[in-house]
Each structure stands twice: as structure tokens, then as C-alpha cells.
């Protein structure tokens, strides 16, 4: 068997070589398809689930794109009554708010007073010209900027609502002065015939004070304007301090109310010249008068709301 008959016996035969092999091999293949079996499986659940999340996730966006598209083509209903019953609860919620607000309304209502019926006045009264008249008005609203300067000074050292309470005594002072005393001292003398309609203008006074009613005049409008210049830069200023956060969030804020209030007192101005100009009565023939103590009146009230409620006109 040749030199090396050991080694040649060790040798194992082929058929069992080749038996070893096939039987070597077809465990390694059987083990191959059941792991690629495995991972086929396994990969088969996992694209499946990760389809149902990808469909799912793009229901979700379709969903959610069709509800904004339906918000988007509805337009909000904005319903006015419980707005302003809101606003209304808001206002009323610091009593110093609706107290600035009706200050603000009077000092709107008394500057459109003087101004409409100045021209009117001068002419009956002192016979100035158009001229004269706007020269007069010029001058006092180039008072404005140091009115302002001054009361912003004096109410932050003596403080807001002191302030307003001076000016409103101030100005219930100038309509005093403004008052055409003579006209009622003559006014006695048609006591029977007071409420009796008059067609002629013999009813019109033209004298005012005898010989003081220009220097009269010049003093109570200067007074009552420079009050109301004070009271309007005041009454914002408080009223910006005073107001609700909820408010000022609102639709309807202070930055809405106060022109509101300020045209609403221009428009019961405009309507007293109108009804004093159209009075036919013996009682309001005297136009100074007529506007003095309507004014006066009503200064009296915004007084008297705001002493009653004087602690309360403070910083929230």
C-alpha cells in the first residue's frame, strides 16, 4: 500500500466524505431558508404596519386639512348683544372708568358749546366781524399745548382726580362769570309772558353787563376753556389707568369709547345751540344765559358724581 500504509488507513473513505458533506450542507441550507423565512415574515409585518401607520397618519392630515378648510370658508358669527353686554359689565366693573368717561362726554360738550356759539355771541353782543371772531378762537386754541404742559405739572404733584375736582369747581366759577346779569335783573319785569312764543327777534337781548360784558366774556370763556383743555388730557390719563385688562382685550376698549363719547358730546353741543337758536320763548331770549346755566348745570353733576365717588378714582 506505499511507504505510508498509517496515514493511508487514517484516511477516511469518500463515501463517507461525500456523505459527511451532503449532510453538512443540508443542514446550513435547511437552516438558510428558515432564517430567510424568518426575516421574510418579519419583514412582511413590519411594511405591513408601517403601511397602516402611513395611511392612518395621512387620514389624520386629511382630517385635519378638510376641518381648516371648513373653518377657513365659515366666517364667524360676531353676535352684538353679548358684546355689549360684555363691554357693558367690563365698564361698570371700576366705577371710575364710566366717572372719566362722563367727565371726558361734558368737556367735549362744553368746548363745542363755546366755539359754535362765539361767533354768534361776539356779533349780537360786542358787533365783532367774522374776522374778529376767528381771531379770538386762534388765540385760544394756541393756549392747548401750554394747558396741557401745566396740568400734566400740577397733576402729577397733586395728584389726578385733585386735579379734576379744582377744575371742574373752576369752571362751574367761569360759567357764573359768563352769566349776563343784567338780562336777568331785566327779566322780572316779563315774568307774565316768560313761556309765551315770541316771531320777532324783540325777545334777542343785546346788552350784556352794561360796560363789563366784553371783559366779562373774555374772562368765562377763558376759564371754562382752559378747564376743559385740563379736564380732556386728564380724564384720558386716568382713564387709561383705570380701565380693565379685559377690557383693553376686548373688541370694544377704551381706544373705541372714548371717540364714541367725545362725537356723542360734540352732537348734544351742536343740539342745545340749536335749540336755544330756535327757542321762540322769553325765557332763552338771552343767549348767554340760555348756554351759561345749561352749562352750569350740567358741570354741577359731573361735580357732584365726582366728589361721590372721589375715593374711588385711583389706579387699579
Known amino acids: ?97 364710566p366717572i372719566t368717561l362722563l367727565v371726558y362726554g361734558f368737556v367735549s360738550l362744553s368746548v363745542e358749546v363755546l366755539f359754535t356759539s362765539c361767533a354768534i355771541i361776539t356779533h349780537r353782543y360786542f358787533q365783532w366781524s367774522s374776522n374778529n371772531s376767528g381771531y379770538f378762537l386762534t388765540f385760544l386754541t394756541s393756549l392747548i399745548l401750554p394747558i396741557y404742559l401745566l396740568s400734566s405739572y400740577w397733576s402729577a404733584r397733586d395728584g389726578e382726580r385733585t386735579f379734576i375736582k379744582k377744575a371742574l369747581l373752576m369752571m362751574m366759577a367761569g360759567f357764573l362769570i359768563l352769566a349776563n346779569y343784567e338780562a336777568l335783573l331785566i327779566l322780572p319785569r316779563q315774568i307774565r309772558d316768560l313761556f309765551h312764543k315770541e316771531t320777532t327777534d324783540t325777545s334777542e337781548t343785546k346788552y350784556y353787563d352794561w360796560n363789563l360784558g366784553l371783559t366779562q366774556y373774555w374772562i368765562g370763556v ?83 358724581v365726582v366728589k361721590k365717588h372721589y375715593f374711588f378714582l385711583n389706579e387699579i
Not at 430567510?36 to 386639512?65: C, H, M, N, P, Y
Not at 331770549?285 to 352750569?296: E, P, Q
Request: aromatic residues 8%.
Open 1 to 97: 500500500c506505499g511507504p505510508f500504509p498509517e496515514i493511508v488507513d487514517d484516511l477516511p473513505e469518500s463515501n463517507e466524505l461525500d456523505t459527511k458533506d451532503h449532510a453538512s450542507l443540508s443542514a446550513s441550507d435547511h437552516d438558510d431558508h428558515r432564517y430567510r423565512d424568518f426575516f421574510r415574515t418579519r419583514s412582511t409585518s413590519d411594511s405591513a404596519g408601517i403601511f397602516k401607520k402611513l395611511l392612518a397618519q395621512d387620514s389624520f392630515e386629511e382630517s385635519v386639512q378638510s376641518k381648516l378648510n371648513s373653518l377657513r370658508l365659515e366666517r364667524p358669527k360676531v353676535r352684538v348683544v353679548p358684546v355689549l353686554k360684555r363691554t357693558k359689565k367690563l365698564v361698570m366693573y371700576n366705577i371710575a372708568l
Open 222 to 304: 377763558m376759564m371754562i376753556f382752559i378747564c376743559s383743555v385740563s379736564l380732556e388730557g386728564l380724564s384720558l390719563s386716568l382713564m387709561s389707568k383705570v380701565s380693565p385688562e379685559k377690557l383693553n382685550r376686548s373688541q370694544i376698549n377704551c381706544g373705541v369709547l372714548a371717540p364714541i363719547i367725545f362725537c356723542l358730546g360734540r352732537v348734544a353741543g351742536d343740539t342745545i345751540i340749536v335749540m336755544v337758536g330756535f327757542h321762540h320763548r322769553v325765557i332763552f331770549g338771552d343767549m348767554v344765559n340760555s348756554i351759561s346755566f345749561i352749562l352750569l348745570f350740567l358741570c354741577c353733576c359731573c361735580f357732584h
